[in-house]
Each structure stands twice: as structure tokens, then as C-alpha cells.
């Protein structure tokens, strides 16, 4: 067991995909101590869609449309980083040796910032704060790759583990994408069954929590500098160093607005959208919304008992559970789908280059109806039977494409 000394020294440490299978076994061991306080952040290539412009600067937009606006970014844009820091519950930092310990910074190759679409502005200040695109897109981590890690290594349906974020709306969406490897669910409240089903209740934003308290304002650098909190490593808009600034924050707001009571922190677990309505992200599913999201959380746990048992890579189950696809050099790793069998597979869509013969020849036990090659058609259908089931309260808000 790590033991926890006085840490002299934090680093941040660089993940990328050679040393990830390394450092999820180091950090799931360190979470199978007891340093179950994580803080995270991410870094994204900025926001497409944005709200008009309002001329009342006072003006709230509404948390349906705010979520309307994440899901439309969130499901056309890709990770860059996502940095974790780790802590016990009295703040200890693991010692892994010589009083150092590190923050982790994971390096996606998703985002390539020749075909992606990105805000140009946030694009440069990411640049200008160290962040390399062309070493993220040769040797970065595939989040789906990541997203199997979180699973077996139990950063997901894990109780025991706190959440320390700071406007964490976005974070929780790129995790949720990458997680399921769908789009947001285009429900609100669907979204946030999903995000107390994945982490649980015990999560923490300090941007909601703040404005409880007068004098603290603003964002994660300006919350710090009220709370006299200096950035130890690395620069803003660096994944790992905001997750170390984010976990600092915390612990001195804990200690000067909570006097470490943690009956009356508890009151803001679980909560993190505006003030005026603040669904609690356990709330309960709109049954007639049931259906889509139990399809989410079914192929969630198919993904797992699959990945687990180590008899399926490279399996991508659409939305709805109807759709399995494959690609050519996935096709002979897809053995042992058998399991699956006890599940109606509607149709199974192929890409062009692939036969659908040789995908029957493949898997003779597969039960399959209506097998046929993808086309632009049929992906045009798929994205119509999803958008064609979208909610009435969502479109209040007209976003504006930049």
C-alpha cells in the first residue's frame, strides 16, 4: 500500500498510449488503497455552437438549452486531454517515492486538427499553453481504448470514489460520449441519470457550490486567487495542472466555507447546473424517455461483460441495440460474438468494402435479419431515426454556428 508522507514535490505526469495500461494499473491500485478523491479536467477543442447574443448581460439562459448546446458541441467534437489527480480523503497525495507524487495527463489522438472541426481561438491558446496536436494524433490514446480502462479499472460504478470538478458540464459529457461511444442522449434529465449512473452521487462542482457563499466569483483561476491558492506546476488550460488546481481549490474551500463539516458539504453533492433549477443528477427518468437511455446503459454493460471476459475487441454496438458494425480489419477479431446471440440482432450493417456473405460465413450461430452493406442511405436514416426523437422544450434555443 502507497503510504502517505509529506509530499514535497507534484508532477505532472504525461500519458500517452505506450505507458496507459502502466499508469491505469498504478492508479487503480492507488484507488484500491485509499486515494478515492479524484479531481479531473479536460481540455476540448472549444465550442462550435454557441448561444445568441443576448443583450441583457444578466440574462440566464435556460438549463434545457445550455444542455441543448453541450450535446450539439459534444457529439461533434473530440477530447484532447483529460488530467487526474488523486487524494485521500484528508488530502494526502500518494508517495511514490523520493516525497514526489504526480498528476496524470492523458493525451488523446481523437482530434485532428487538419480534419476536425474546432473553434480556431480556443485552438491557439491551447497551442500557446504546450499542448502538441500532431504528437496527440500519432501517439495518443484512443478514448475508447481509455474508456475500457475506466471500466476495468473501477473509475466507473465505483462508490467509494468523490468527484471534484469546477463547471463540469462539458467534462462529464466528452466522459459520458466516450463511455457509451454515443451521442449525448438528447434529454436532460436522461443526461444526468447517466452521469450519477457512471460516478455516482458524490460529485462535487465548485462553480455551483461558490455561489452560496459571497466574494467568490468567477473561474477556476480567479476562485483560487480569492482563496490564495498559487498553481504549483504546469500552465492553465494544461489538463493535469488544472486537475491539481481544482483538487487545491476544493480543499481550502472546504476548510474556510464548511469548517470541514462534512454533513453540510454533503448538501452540494450530487449537484452542478445553475442555481434557479439544479436537478438533482440522481433524479428519477421520465418513463416516457425510459427506453433510449436503458438502451445506453444495456450496451454499456454488454461493452463490459465482453471487455472483461477479453473475448470481443473491436465491438461497436449502436444506440438502440439494432446495429452492429463492423470494419474489415475488426471482422476476424469479432470472434466469440456468440454471446450476443441472446439478444435479436435486427440488421447488421457492413461497411462497402465488406461482404455480408463473408459476415455470415463468419458467424454461422448469429441470428441475422435483413443483413445488407452501409450506404449514405442508411446512415441517413439512422441519424433521422434518432434526430426524429427529439424533445419539444429543446428547440427555445437557436445556437449559432461559428
Same mark, same amino acid.
Given at each position: +500500500?502507497?503510504?502517505?508522507?509529506?509530499?514535497?514535490?507534484?508532477?505532472?505526469?504525461?500519458?500517452?498510449?505506450?505507458?496507459?495500461? *502502466? *499508469?491505469?494499473?498504478l492508479i487503480g491500485k492507488?484507488?484500491?488503497?485509499?486515494?478515492?478523491?479524484? =479531481?479531473?479536467?479536460?481540455?476540448?477543442?472549444?465550442?462550435?455552437?454557441?448561444?445568441?447574443?443576448?443583450?441583457?448581460?444578466? &440574462?440566464?439562459?435556460?438549463?434545457?438549452?445550455?444542455?441543448?448546446?453541450i450535446k450539439q458541441n459534444v457529439d461533434i467534437l473530440n477530447l484532447i486531454q483529460l488530467g487526474l489527480t488523486l487524494t485521500d480523503s484528508d488530502g494526502n497525495f500518494p508517495d511514490l517515492g523520493g516525497q514526489t507524487s504526480v498528476v496524470w495527463q492523458f493525451n488523446f489522438c481523437?482530434?485532428?486538427?487538419?480534419?476536425h472541426r474546432c473553434a480556431l481561438d480556443s485552438i491557439d491558446l491551447l497551442k500557446k499553453q504546450g499542448i502538441d496536436f500532431e504528437r496527440n494524433l500519432t501517439h495518443g490514446i484512443n478514448s475508447a481504448h481509455f474508456a475500457n480502462l475506466m471500466y476495468h479499472y473501477r473509475l466507473v460504478f465505483n462508490r467509494d470514489i468523490t468527484w471534484i470538478t469546477f463547471h463540469s458540464a462539458y467534462d462529464f459529457g466528452y466522459l459520458v460520449k466516450i463511455l457509451t461511444g454515443c451521442f449525448l442522449p438528447h434529454f436532460l434529465p436522461d443526461f444526468l441519470y447517466l452521469? =450519477?449512473?457512471?460516478?455516482?452521487?458524490?460529485?462535487?462542482? +465548485?462553480?455551483? +457550490? +461558490?455561489?452560496?457563499?459571497?466574494?467568490? &466569483?468567477?473561474?477556476? *483561476? =480567479?476562485?483560487?486567487?480569492?482563496?490564495?491558492?498559487?498553481?504549483?506546476?504546469?500552465?492553465?488550460?494544461?489538463?493535469?495542472?488544472?486537475?491539481?488546481?481544482t483538487w487545491r481549490t476544493f480543499q481550502k474551500m472546504r476548510l474556510t466555507c464548511f469548517d470541514s463539516d462534512q454533513k453540510e458539504l454533503r448538501k452540494y453533492a450530487g449537484v452542478w447546473l445553475e442555481r434557479e433549477e439544479r436537478p438533482k443528477m440522481f433524479e428519477r427518468l421520465d418513463l416516457r424517455r425510459l427506453g433510449s437511455t436503458i438502451s445506453l446503459l444495456l450496451r454499456c454493460v454488454i461493452q463490459i461483460s465482453l471487455f472483461l471476459c477479453g473475448r470481443v475487441k473491436g465491438l461497436k454496438l449502436c444506440t438502440n441495440l439494432r446495429w452492429l458494425s463492423v470494419t474489415e480489419?475488426?471482422?476476424?477479431?469479432?470472434?466469440? /460474438?456468440?454471446?450476443?446471440?441472446?439478444?435479436? /440482432?435486427?440488421?447488421?450493417?457492413?461497411?462497402?468494402?465488406?461482404s455480408v456473405k463473408k459476415i455470415k460465413n463468419t458467424f454461422p450461430n448469429l441470428h441475422v435479419f435483413n443483413a445488407k452493406p452501409m450506404n449514405q442511405r442508411t446512415k441517413n436514416d439512422l441519424d433521422s431515426s434518432v434526430a426524429a426523437d427529439k424533445d419539444p422544450e429543446t428547440q427555445t434555443c437557436q445556437p449559432q454556428e461559428l
Amino acid at each position: +500500500m502507497a503510504i502517505a508522507t509529506a509530499i514535497t514535490q507534484v508532477v505532472i505526469r504525461e500519458v500517452w498510449r505506450e505507458n496507459l495500461l *502502466e *499508469e491505469f494499473q498504478l492508479i487503480g491500485k492507488l484507488i484500491h488503497d485509499r486515494y478515492r478523491y479524484i =479531481s479531473f479536467d479536460t481540455e476540448f477543442p472549444g465550442c462550435v455552437f454557441r448561444p445568441p447574443t443576448i443583450p441583457n448581460r444578466h &440574462y440566464k439562459i435556460h438549463p434545457i438549452d445550455q444542455y441543448r448546446l453541450i450535446k450539439q458541441n459534444v457529439d461533434i467534437l473530440n477530447l484532447i486531454q483529460l488530467g487526474l489527480t488523486l487524494t485521500d480523503s484528508d488530502g494526502n497525495f500518494p508517495d511514490l517515492g523520493g516525497q514526489t507524487s504526480v498528476v496524470w495527463q492523458f493525451n488523446f489522438c481523437d482530434f485532428d486538427i487538419n480534419r476536425h472541426r474546432c473553434a480556431l481561438d480556443s485552438i491557439d491558446l491551447l497551442k500557446k499553453q504546450g499542448i502538441d496536436f500532431e504528437r496527440n494524433l500519432t501517439h495518443g490514446i484512443n478514448s475508447a481504448h481509455f474508456a475500457n480502462l475506466m471500466y476495468h479499472y473501477r473509475l466507473v460504478f465505483n462508490r467509494d470514489i468523490t468527484w471534484i470538478t469546477f463547471h463540469s458540464a462539458y467534462d462529464f459529457g466528452y466522459l459520458v460520449k466516450i463511455l457509451t461511444g454515443c451521442f449525448l442522449p438528447h434529454f436532460l434529465p436522461d443526461f444526468l441519470y447517466l452521469v =450519477s449512473h457512471f460516478f455516482g452521487q458524490n460529485v462535487y462542482d +465548485m462553480k455551483y +457550490m +461558490m455561489g452560496f457563499f459571497p466574494g467568490l &466569483y468567477g473561474g477556476l *483561476e =480567479s476562485l483560487a486567487s480569492t482563496l490564495q491558492i498559487v498553481r504549483e506546476v504546469g500552465l492553465s488550460h494544461q489538463a493535469g495542472s488544472d486537475s491539481l488546481l481544482t483538487w487545491r481549490t476544493f480543499q481550502k474551500m472546504r476548510l474556510t466555507c464548511f469548517d470541514s463539516d462534512q454533513k453540510e458539504l454533503r448538501k452540494y453533492a450530487g449537484v452542478w447546473l445553475e442555481r434557479e433549477e439544479r436537478p438533482k443528477m440522481f433524479e428519477r427518468l421520465d418513463l416516457r424517455r425510459l427506453g433510449s437511455t436503458i438502451s445506453l446503459l444495456l450496451r454499456c454493460v454488454i461493452q463490459i461483460s465482453l471487455f472483461l471476459c477479453g473475448r470481443v475487441k473491436g465491438l461497436k454496438l449502436c444506440t438502440n441495440l439494432r446495429w452492429l458494425s463492423v470494419t474489415e480489419n475488426k471482422l476476424e477479431s469479432l470472434k466469440g /460474438i456468440e454471446p450476443l446471440t441472446q439478444f435479436t /440482432i435486427w440488421d447488421i450493417i457492413a461497411d462497402r468494402e465488406i461482404s455480408v456473405k463473408k459476415i455470415k460465413n463468419t458467424f454461422p450461430n448469429l441470428h441475422v435479419f435483413n443483413a445488407k452493406p452501409m450506404n449514405q442511405r442508411t446512415k441517413n436514416d439512422l441519424d433521422s431515426s434518432v434526430a426524429a426523437d427529439k424533445d419539444p422544450e429543446t428547440q427555445t434555443c437557436q445556437p449559432q454556428e461559428l
